[in-house]
């Protein structure tokens, strides 16, 4: 007897969903995203090229705004840097790490209650050389006022300076001509003087016809070794006159008697230095005098940061201005695109009913425009750097080049790009294949 075969269950056709089953398929989701976007971007690079090949010489006018904006935009940054570097050296030329002292009020009471000032002295000087430390030079100053006579009956005020020789390190003087007095000329109380520029030319005609000739002052006779001038002029807004005499310090007591100074000159042995070492060289002189006497100590610093903003203001200024060149270059670009959209309104309609979206045609006038500005930009940065090279090279001057002057010339090249080819990539982006394929 034949037994019976089980008659097997009927095999579904229906597949399971795969959402039902599983988390959805990587593979399938890279589909999803190639759909919105059929073309990669080196192929709308390749269409860039290839629309610039087709109309060279339209968009290598246009791209000449753009170089001439990169351009300026470079040589503008590059003259504010140097006008900046040029003000910061000259105003750093009074001495970039000097910390001068200056007594500014307060009386000490004697006898009968009458008050005298109350002024620094050399042995306040000599603490604050043993108590602060990176002093690399310091000096007194001791001041004598009296006439001179010039020649002819003629007579001008001077002021002899009693200083150590320091000072002209502190105070980053320039010897025109013969030398600086020594340590060995104040140890031996030497009658000699060092005068400024000015002073020798109108007395003697010449720096040089100055060194070894006498000049009287309160009746002492000096012999003049030396002559100097500032490293700026400071037109009469420093301690240095027309008409200045340098002397050693330990020859000028002879006319003070005494050992009292209204200012003291430190020079520090960087820049970064000099607003602790003024707080601490203030503190020790303050402790060292009556709680009511006032001391200043006056640096460079705050000036010199001072004229580092106004330059970089005025920098940025001239900057801003010279993008003026790159909106209106922006504008001719963002006409040369309306004019290439609407000589390929049949090539858009072409790609849009191959399946280009909307997307990839705005994306694809989007690149033609940054690439026609960015490519002005890079010539025009090139330029704007290869001037103050070749001055570097051909002549003496040696002109500073800020990079990021670079980074912003191209950065604004690309912004115009993109902003002024928007309007041009939307309306092409916007056209009706239908009505494009019509287009005659």
Do not use: C
Request: hydrophobic share 45%.
């Amino acid at each position: 007897m034949a037994t019976a075969t089980p008659i097997p269950p009927p095999v579904s056709t229906r597949q399971a969903s795969p959402s039902a089953t599983s988390p959805r398929d990587p593979s399938f989701e890279r589909t999803l995203s190639s759909a919105r976007s059929t073309v990669a971007f080196r192929e709308t690079l390749h269409l860039a090229i290839d629309s610039f090949r087709a109309s060279k010489a339209r968009f290598l006018l246009t791209m000449l705004g753009m170089v001439i904006g990169s351009a300026s935009i470079i040589l503008v940054a590059t003259v504010g840097y140097t006008g900046k570097q040029y003000a910061l050296d000259a105003i750093s030329g009074l001495g970039p790490n000097k910390v001068e002292m200056q007594y500014a009020g307060g009386v000490v009471l004697g006898p009968d209650n009458v008050g005298s000032p109350d002024y620094m002295t050399i042995d306040d000087m000599k603490a604050v050389d043993d108590q602060v430390p990176d002093i690399t030079a310091s000096s007194p100053m001791l001041e004598v006022n009296d006439r001179i006579a010039i020649g002819s009956g003629v007579t001008k005020d001077a002021m002899l300076l009693g200083v150590n020789p320091e000072y002209k390190d502190v105070r980053n003087l320039r010897v025109e001509a013969g030398r600086f007095f020594d340590d060995e000329d104040s140890a031996t109380h030497a009658k000699v003087a060092v005068i400024v520029g000015p002073m020798a030319r109108e007395l003697y005609g010449s720096y040089g016809a100055a060194i070894d000739r006498s000049i009287l002052f309160q009746g002492i006779p000096f012999t003049i070794i030396g002559v100097f001038d500032e490293s700026m002029d400071t037109y009469g807004n420093s301690e240095v006159s027309e008409h200045t005499l340098l002397v050693p310090y330990e020859v000028a007591r002879y006319f003070s008697g005494t050992n009292t100074l209204k200012e003291i000159f430190f020079s520090m042995a960087t820049s970064s230095e000099v607003e602790p070492a003024a707080a601490e060289i203030k503190d020790i002189i303050s402790r060292r005098h009556r709680k009511t006497s006032v001391y200043k100590a006056q640096t460079l610093t705050d000036i010199l940061k001072t004229m580092a903003k106004i330059a970089d203001m005025l920098t940025l200024v001239l900057v801003l201005a010279s993008t003026i060149t790159l909106i209106v270059s922006g504008v001719g670009i963002m006409n040369s695109m309306l004019a290439n959209v609407q000589s390929r309104i049949r090539e858009i309609g072409i790609r849009k009913a191959l399946g280009a979206t909307s997307r990839e045609i705005r994306l694809q006038f989007l690149t033609e425009s940054v690439f026609l500005s960015l490519a002005g930009g890079i010539i025009g940065t090139l330029i704007g750097i290869a001037i103050p090279f070749s001055l570097r090279f051909f002549t003496d001057f040696s002109i500073p080049i800020s990079p990021w002057s670079a980074v912003a010339s191209l950065f604004t090249s690309v912004l115009v790009g993109v902003i002024f080819g928007t309007l041009p990539a939307n309306r092409a982006a916007k056209l009706d294949p239908v009505t494009t394929l019509k287009y005659e």
